[in-house]
């Protein structure tokens, strides 16, 4: 390592009063030091340069998204005509993850239900290797970026942020035995990981120059989430990391081995960022987060609903704990749902993609065997015992039903043998949940308005919600049927089943050719 030939004495703490009991957090810095740091935090890169030598092919300047604004025009308008929000955020136990097969995540729930309250279908666009989340919101892969993200003047250059709908503080994250003082003095002699797109780096830095400290500044693998950073602390496989204080204290109600040190900086307020062109969308969410969290002279208050929320993935330890079971978890175990094993034997035998199958179940029954639907569709993959056979006496048996259900889904697969594998799962799970008969209805009218009946896309996805009206319906030989659910069902399973093969290996020889399916769709025209 190179030497640095700069002096660091150590940084003496002006002694608060009334400082907080032990266990909790404790502020460093009086309040006019605090907030000027934060002002420094905004600007360029600082301190004794050459103690980083080492690290520095780890350590970026602030980094300019590779599509640093909008490319695409869509705003909540276009968003309602579509259907479908879509959710930048990152795949972690506080913004969204799989869990028994469903989606979680705090940042997930919150936004499902901005969703929900418009009409609208929810699409998570998670980055891969290499993509910055701001480039996939101004190219237009998503829509809104909900990923617990703090609200910087920096980034602003790129995006619009919303109220915010949190506020946290930055925590020092050391080893449980590690008897380092609770003050600043904490950071000497550390070499502290960040996660690769945290924009803490500056902040520490001017710390750094400001009293000067003596520690490195490292970034994590792009993969690797804060989470993991503080279980490579527990398991002392690094020495130190800095977090967000709600992420750390959920992650250590399951985590042993690390503790809380101090807090590093100021207060920072957490907000959903839209493109700069979506005045109308940002309008809409901060109506709704304006009814969930606002800021009194009292202090911060919350709905119900948020409160219950922020409880469930921040403070509830049987349910953080709970979400951590590896079984339950896809990203840890590659399990889907404890049926996996049998989902596998009859989709191989059928030659379909076991997960898409899975995809289908927890949509149809959230894997409940006993499930029975108002119309009397039965168990697992909810089927009508006249269509079953000699399954029919069964269905309540998860092998029964299973394999029911893969017979028809394989029939109906095969009935769209001449269209490719994209388009033709689109009409093979719109034909499973609609019925032959309505999507023919569907596939007629996309002649009769000018559009191609083999292609889902602007075309029978348009048609099958027009069987909700009169004058289309009493026109065609099935008559009303709501069609909406049918195109909302199928977005559901695909989006599913693309998260879904992000985790969890596809074990047999069949049907592992799926373009357009295992990768999230293009930009919207």
Known sequence: MTSCTCQFPKYAVTP????????????????????????????????????????????????????????VERDFVQILNSGVIRMVTRYNSSSYFIHKGGEAGFEYELFYRFARAHGLGVEVVIPEPGEDLISLLNSG?????????ISDERLSLYVSFTRPYNFVNKVLILPEDDARPDNLDALNGLTIHLPSHSNFRKELQDLRKRYNLQFFIASANPLTEPEELIAKVARREIPATVVDDNLALAALTYLTGAR????????????????????????????????????????????????????????????IRGFQTEEDRVDKSGRI????????????????????????????????????????AIGLMQVLPQFAGEYADNLFDPTTNIRAGVRLLKQTYQAYAYLDSLERWRFTLATYHAGYGHVADARRLAIDIGRNPNRWDSSVEIALPRLM????????????????????????ILHRFR??????????????SLPGLATPPPPPE
């Open 16 to 71: 608060r009063q009334n400082r907080p009991r032990p266990g909790r957090f404790r502020f460093l810095l009086p309040a006019k030091t605090a907030s000027a740091l934060l002002l420094l935090g905004i600007y360029g890169l600082s301190g004794c340069q050459p103690i980083e030598q080492e690290y520095m092919h780890q350590v970026p300047e602030q980094i300019m998204p590779a599509v640093p604004h909008p490319t």
């Open 141 to 149: 892969r998503g829509d809104v970026l909900a990923a617990g993200m």
């Open 260 to 319: 809380i040190g101090p807090w590093i900086g100021t207060r920072q307020p957490v907000a959903w960022a839209v493109r700069e062109n979506s005045p109308e969308l940002k309008a809409a969410l901060n109506n709704f987060l304006k009814q969930h969290f606002w800021v009194t002279p009292e202090g911060q208050r919350r709905s119900r609903t948020y409160g219950i929320l922020y409880e469930r993935y921040y403070r509830d330890e049987r349910q």
């Open 337 to 376: 749902s404890i049926f996996d094993d049998l989902i596998q034997a009859e989709a191989t035998k059928a030659g379909l993609d076991w997960r898409m199958v899975a995809a289908l179940i927890y949509q149809e029954s959230r894997f409940d065997p006993e499930a029975v639907s108002s119309a009397g």
């Open 469 to 492: 009206e009169q004058r289309y319906f009493s026109e065609t030989r099935h008559g009303f049927y709501r069609g909406a659910e049918t195109v909302a069902y199928v977005k559901a």
């Open 499 to 512: 998260m879904y093969t992000r985790f969890s290996p596809q074990t047999t020889a069949q049907d592992t």
